[in-house]
């Protein structure tokens, strides 16, 4: 180590790791240390030890270790800090000593069949852990799991959400290209925290994903697939896909947005969920307006549905199929979540428990969505504001989304004027309802009246009917009567 700091300035690279690694072999033939060394590929394939502990390392700190390397990695957001090239950090486990060594070399090679061509030059990186050769034992089979253990969970915690949408061109994909396309940074700003939802409601859901996370045991146990879908119904602008940020944001899972008008058989949604990865959530928006509802369960199995321009179409049973079909016991920690302004054109069978697990109504404002709103946007949290007490009144009353609410609260900086404008809104949305209502009212009431004029009529033509026949039958001459 004392060898490598003094000549680390003094010397060119090349000659300084010659002398370590020779002063090193040197030593060892004194002490009782052994190394382990971890190549970053093992052939061909990356060295998945290495890539962990490369992680891993940068988590600890230790006093020996001056020089880091930094990086901000492709579609990532959080900055990325490691050991440096040829550098020492030591590490303790269980009383253990151990030493960590990152090690780059560079060769420089020249092709025997072109000699008279440019030598090729690469870099060779693996790390050298070193130890007391007495404890060869507890660092295999104790020390080097906890290494890889630690590095997944400091993965997870840097992991930058990502959303996944379909490849544009899909007619490739049956020849094996992932169907998924670039991902794409998810950085939607919703939370739990920021949703305007009822609190009972937000709490029974944040419950729910916490009791699903931890059921991995019981799934098992009772040999169901670790899944857990979710129906989000409501009106436009109601939350649904906020809500869905907003999981992806808690659970800190991918999202995978599912269109299903781009898929063209049914067979291929196995495939697209064999390509998605665990602990995500894979979202079908729209679930009505994307899929032939009708049900073939029982017949069409070969023959693929077609859209009106003769497309072939994803039908129900296809769907039925992915999400309790075989595939579901290929994945881990999944959440389906499908969105739908129109529950009531679901068929039963996509909504019973198993498929869709909890159906979750995103409603109009309420006045604790709108107590809500009003923080997150004026920052009025403790006193209210007395305009904000008489619009909590009328979202009672008016039909008015969060994203309606939203809007109005973003038209000033002035708190007052924007609950005065909000108020105006509001009280002109109750009107039209009024309005609408009487209008319904009134039509409502002109097919009534309509309705038993025609049935009267209806009964006249009837009566004359048979007085006609009774005419014909007893040959009644009419001449007489006139
Ligand atoms: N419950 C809510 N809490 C906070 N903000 C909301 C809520 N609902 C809607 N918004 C605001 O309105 C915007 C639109 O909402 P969102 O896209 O989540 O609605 P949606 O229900 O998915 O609508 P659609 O049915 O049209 O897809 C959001 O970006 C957000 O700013
Ligand atoms: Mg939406």
Request: charged share 30%.
């Amino acid at each position: 180590m004392l060898v490598r700091s003094v000549s680390r300035d003094l010397i060119p690279q090349e000659i300084n790791d010659y002398i370590y690694t020779k002063f090193n072999t040197f030593l060892s033939t004194f002490t009782n240390e052994i190394t382990i060394t971890i190549d970053e590929y093992d052939g061909l394939n990356k060295n998945k030890l290495f890539y962990a502990a490369e992680i891993y390392l940068a988590s600890i700190t230790s006093p020996v270790t001056k020089r880091f390397r930094a990086s901000l990695p492709e579609k990532e957001a959080k900055i990325d800090v490691t050991i440096g090239k040829n550098e020492e950090i030591t590490d303790k486990f269980c009383g253990i000593e151990l030493t960590w060594r990152m090690v780059n070399k560079k060769t420089e090679q020249q092709i025997p069949q072109y000699p008279n061509m440019h030598s090729v030059k690469t870099e060779d990186k693996y790390l050298v852990l070193s130890f007391h050769k007495k404890h060869k034992t507890k660092v295999v089979d104790e020390y080097l799991p906890y290494v890889l253990e630690r590095s997944e969970a400091l993965k997870e915690e840097k992991k930058t959400i990502k959303l996944h949408s379909l490849h544009n061109n899909m007619h490739g994909f049956c020849h094996g290209r992932n169907p998924w396309g670039a991902a794409v940074m998810l950085d939607h700003p919703s939370s739990f925290e920021t949703l305007a939802m009822d609190d009972e409601l937000k709490k029974m859901i944040v419950d729910d994903l916490n009791r699903f996370l931890k059921r991995k045991e019981l799934y098992k146990k009772v040999g169901k697939a670790w899944k857990r879908g979710y129906l989000l119904f409501g009106p436009p602008g109601t939350g649904k896909s906020s809500l869905i940020a907003a999981m992806a944001n808690y659970l800190n899972f991918d999202i995978y947005d599912l269109d299903l008008a781009a898929v063209n058989y049914n067979s291929d949604l196995t495939k697209i969920l064999m390509s998605t990865s665990n602990r995500s959530i894979i979202v079908v928006e729209d679930i009505d307006a994307s899929i032939d509802l009708s049900d073939d369960r029982n017949n069409n199995k070969a023959k693929p549905k077609l859209d009106h321009l003769g497309k072939p179409k994803v039908t129900l049973s296809g769907l039925l199929n992915f999400i309790d079909g075989l595939w579901s016991s290929c994945g881990n920690e999944r959440i389906i979540i499908f969105t739908t302004n129109h529950k009531e054109r679901l068929d039963p069978a996509l909504l019973r428990p198993g498929r869709m697990d909890v159906h979750i109504h995103m409603s109009y404002c309420t006045p604790c969505g709108f107590k809500k709103l009003v923080s997150n946007y004026l920052g009025i949290t403790n006193d209210p504001h007395p305009l904000a007490l008489v619009a909590e009144k009328l979202i009672a009353l008016a039909k008015v989304t969060p994203a309606e609410v939203g809007e109005q609260l973003l038209k000033s900086d002035d708190p007052g004027i924007v609950l005065s404008c909000l108020i105006k809104f509001l009280k002109g949305k109750i009107e039209s309802e009024i309005v609408r209502k009487e209008s319904a009212e009134s039509t409502k009431r002109e097919v009534v009246v309509r309705r038993l004029e025609e049935e009267e009529s209806e009964k006249m033509k009837n009566v004359t009917n048979s007085i006609e026949e009774l005419i014909v039958k007893k040959d009644v001459n009419m001449k007489d009567c006139e």
